[in-house]
């Protein structure tokens, strides 16, 4: 990569004017930052939450400046071979959610992922503001050092978490099995830092010529980054999640810092600067292992494999040094690492294949079966073929599957995974889109996919080849990973952006930064009606932004309540979330359940029954009217029973493995004196789920007045063999001997 002489004029501001695409970069740049490290801690949605609303908030300054330039037709857009296919990606996307089972969800995302439509088209603006406006090398690297900075930062709290040092409690998640950054999951975590560790190899790996200047010179860029970490670890251990303006002014502290290395990075001698990115690469693996996620450790031997092909003999012969030193540590991390099983990734896939013994008449034979996550995915991939064979154009929509998935449920999923769990994601990007979007937006995707190598694969004899090596393989890696698993807010932006990135190397590339002035406006050409408009519907917009923000942590407050069994505080709290955001499901089934504890049941009903309007797809509300109507009945109202029924049926109709469900119909029967329909319905309800211990106890009730107690000692040993460690199975057949 080519030594590039600095150039201020582009990022200054002059008396009586500013430079616009200036602006831009350093929102961008803090956006590649800050998304993936930020979080916030009173919120319910810790990591996801607090990402997408400064993300949606980010984005909409950068398309106010966006709309400034383009009113003031001082903006060319740039073309590329990708503007069709991703709009067209996009445009199904809509159409998916025009068309999706829930299409406001579709639309504003569900909560925990907030991955609706909006979310789709803040990556494909993402993607179209790298394309425009990172037109040099010298950009495109200081996105690779904000996400470099980023990683490292991550990678730092990983270690912490792993070696138990962790200050926070992260909702019963154990951390120093498997760590989780700032992004929230392991997997997630893993993909984030093999997308770094690729990018990261461009600047380790970049020839940069020995400067003979003054090594303090290096000082202050090196002691942003350094300064930068630090402070992080300093904020954990000494922040409450109550210092919220010495938090986010802790964040911006930070932000500013690495924004410093990024522009000053090129003032760090050359050696130092090899021995910081080394040192980042070794830290960011060592993260990598912490997270013992396999898709992440495939995506990363994959990188690697494509990064040697990319590169070239040539380059990887003119740095063999470095190589062999950077491969030598890692081996020896890896040895160190995974020498305790418990710590490395192939003993916890092992640990998940066992061998089954099938008995037959003829002779036993042995089967390999898959066990824990990676059985149920197997599990998940299966429904989610069916899925696809009913909704094939254009899916169920975006952020549904969770409405949908339990009808599609195989009967091995719940034991392979666990009970009441509704899957919102197949775990694997080539089931996801077409489950999602349908299967116009999957050959979209694929038609990306395609050129995105295409185009770059035959740049690759330019002067860019290192940097297209490396992006190349960083998207190839996270492809892989999400083999495995899906993408959020925090890796999914990235990936985007590299798109970009991808599109704009090559002979089009820049190799000065340009002293294009279509950025600079004077404060008297700038259309101050106009600017006044925009600047009123951005702030409207970064409103609307923070809405389900401002709401969930009403909403955590409101649930920890509620756990505590402070129900008066519980429902004030999660009135008030309400009040800001009406429209969510969780808060408002929370709040018919903290009635229902507090004994007002007609507010239990009256929530319960909006929770059905709003989502009419959670069984639980459902479940939970019935329960309420059941109670009815036994004090005397005799037209309950109907209605305890009809939501029993209402709830089966959205989920057929809800056990307890089955149960209360076997109550309601058992009620009317139909105790042959009231047992079919235990028994059901024991089929799907062996581990209920009252279903067990009505069981054995009624077969002993039914006469079935051989019948019922039978399905308990059919239980006993999913669960032979469950205590509760064998106590319950004390009882019938």
Known sequence: MKSIKKSSANYSFFWGEINLDWLMELIFLIIIFLIPTIFDRRLGIVFSGTKVAWLRALVIIILSFWSLKIILRKHQFIRSPLDWPVMAFLFAT???????????????????????????????????????????????????????????????????????????????????????????????????????????????????????????????????????????????YSLDAQDVIVWYAGFALITALVLYFAYHYDNISPLLSELLVGGSLLLTYICLLYTQSRGGYLGFFTGAVLFALAAGRRLLFENWKKLLALGALIILISAVTMARPEFSPFARFASEITTKEEQTAEEAKARLELKGAAGSRGETWKSAFKIIADYPWFGVGPEVLKMVFPRYETELFRFKEAFHVKQDRCHNETFDVPVTKGLIAFFLYLWIMFLIFKVGWSKLEGENRLMLAGILSAILAYIIQNQFSFGVVAITSLFWVMWAMIMNLGPRIDKEEREDKSGVISFEEIPWLAAAGIALIAAFLVYISFISFRADIYYKSGKSNLEMRQFSQAAEELKKSLAIYPFEGTTISHLGITYLNLGNVAEAIKYLNYGTLVDPFNADNFYMLGRVYISFYDRGQKDAWQESFNYAEKALKIDPYYAEVYELKGQLWERKGNLDEAWNYYRKAYEVNPTLVPVMQELIGLSRKLGRVKEAKALLEDGLQEFPDNTDIFKALEQLK
């Open 94 to 236: 809509t159409i998916a959610t025009i068309t999706s089972v829930h299409p406001y969800t579709s639309f504003v995302g569900f909560y925990g992922r907030f991955e609706g439509l909006t979310t789709w088209y803040l990556f494909g603006l993402l993607f179209f503001i790298a394309l425009n406006y990172f037109r040099s090398e010298k950009q495109l690297k200081r996105i690779i050092l904000c996400v470099l900075c980023a990683a490292v930062l991550m990678s730092i709290y990983g270690v912490i978490q792993r070696h138990e040092l962790d200050p926070y409690m992260w909702g019963g998640v154990v951390t120093w099995q498997r760590v989780i950054g700032t992004i929230g999951q392991p997997n997630f975590l893993a993909a984030y830092v093999i997308m770094a560790f690729f990018l990261g190899l461009v600047l380790f790996l970049e020839k940069r010529v020995s400067s003979k200047a003054n090594w303090l010179d290096s000082l202050p860029a090196l002691g942003a980054f350094l300064a930068a970490q630090a402070l992080f670890v300093i904020m954990i």
